[in-house]
Structure formats: C-alpha cells, structure tokens
C-alpha cells in the first residue's frame, strides 16, 4: 500500500506543471525616484515568466549600477514567485560647471550624475574642476575638493545664499558674492571665518566691485578682481 501511494505521488509530481510554479510572478521596484520603474524593469536580465530560482540577481545589480543617478541597488527572491528590486537614488548636492561648459549635479561622492539646467539654479556654481570618465559614469577627477566644497555648503545660510561662484584655483578658491566683491581665500581656511568675511565686506563698501584677498594671516588686501563669467 506504501508503495501505491509512493508511485502515485511521484506520477502526480511529474505530471504537475513546475514551469509555471516556478516562474517570476511579479517584479516589484523601490526607491530610486528619479528613474522611471519601467526603465529600471527593462534592465533586468530577466522577466515576468522566467525561471524564479535560476534568475542572475548579481547580474540583475550589476547592469542597475549602469544608470549613473542610481546609487546602490539591491534585487531579492520574495516568496513565492516573486523579485523585489530596491534602489537608492543619488542626491543632488552641488552644481558643477565642467570646462567644456557643461553643468552637472553632484552627489557628496563626486559623481556628476544628471544634467542641470541653467534657469534651475538655486545654490552656488562649482568651477574649476575636471572630471573622469568611470564605469559609473562622470565623476570629479580630485576628490580632494569635496572638502572645501562640503565646508562651503555647511556654511550658515545667510552667507551661502550670496555666493554665486567658487572658482577653484589650484589650493586656493575665489567666492564671488552676489552684489558684492569677490573673495580671494585659501581652501584651507574655510572653518569658522563667515562672521569675519561677513563684517569684512560690510565695512569696506569700497571695495564692493573689486577682490579682497584673505590669503594672507591677518591682512586683507583690496586688489583688481578677475573679469566675471557668465557662471
């Protein structure tokens, strides 16, 4: 009788259809807001109907990294049949005006991962820097500068607010001041000195439309300014 019932079982069992309990059911994405689901869906070496417990998930991560706004991804096996694909998307931190003329969004990693538009702007224009190509995309080819870049955009919000470039220039940086002179400062000394250059320009009214260099321990020089771009 143990036989019997064996033999049916295993009949039953090969007859069964197990493509299509073992097929992909449902592909859910999370996260990753600046990219569309359906680009995410189109990426995936695998689809709806494919074979749940074969489908690559390190391939599947792999080719999502090749969306440069994407930071990190994560595909999993859900119970049953199905695939959840999270995402982390990268967030815009600084705008970076390339040599070429080109203007980016950075992440706090230096990578240039979107196109910025001009007429979008709302913080203070990087320039200055060159970028690398990556198998990720552009990124800052010095990551060094993300340190004074970081320490500019902490800065208290009053003064970020009047700062419409930073040009860089090798270990020193011009900050161009919205309806103000330009300051001449050391990426050095960026910690703690708004208040001063703050008051600075308050009280030399003069020099509104020239450059104040800081570069030098307790000096300030009023000096001919660099002709302005259009950045």
Known sequence: MRRLVLLLTLVGAFFLPWREYLAIREI???GGERIEADR?????????????????????????????????????????????????????????????????????????????QAQALFGPVFVGLDA??????????????????????????RFLNRITTVRFMGSDLILSLREGPDLWISIYDLHGEWTRWEALVTA????????????????????????????
């Open 132 to 157: 690398v190509q990556t198998e990720r995309g552009l990124r800052l080819s010095d990551l060094f500068y993300l340190v004074p870049m970081r320490a500019l955009l902490n800065a208290p919000g």
């Open 204 to 231: 030399l009214p003069q020099a509104r439309r020239r450059a104040i260099d800081l570069r030098w321990r307790g000096m300030a020089i009023v000096r001919d300014r660099l002709a302005r771009t259009q950045d």
């Open 28 to 30: 859910v994405v999370q």
């Open 40 to 116: 995410a869906l189109q990426k995936l070496p695998f689809q709806i109907g494919a074979n749940w417990l074969t489908a690559d998930l390190a391939a599947a991560e792999r080719l999502l990294l090749e969306f440069p706004e994407i930071r990190t991804a994560q595909v999993h096996r859900v119970l049953w049949g199905g695939v959840r694909v999270v995402l982390q998307a990268r967030e815009p931190w600084a705008l970076v005006r390339l040599p070429d003329g080109t203007l980016y969004w950075s992440d706090d990693a230096g990578v240039l991962f979107a196109r910025a």
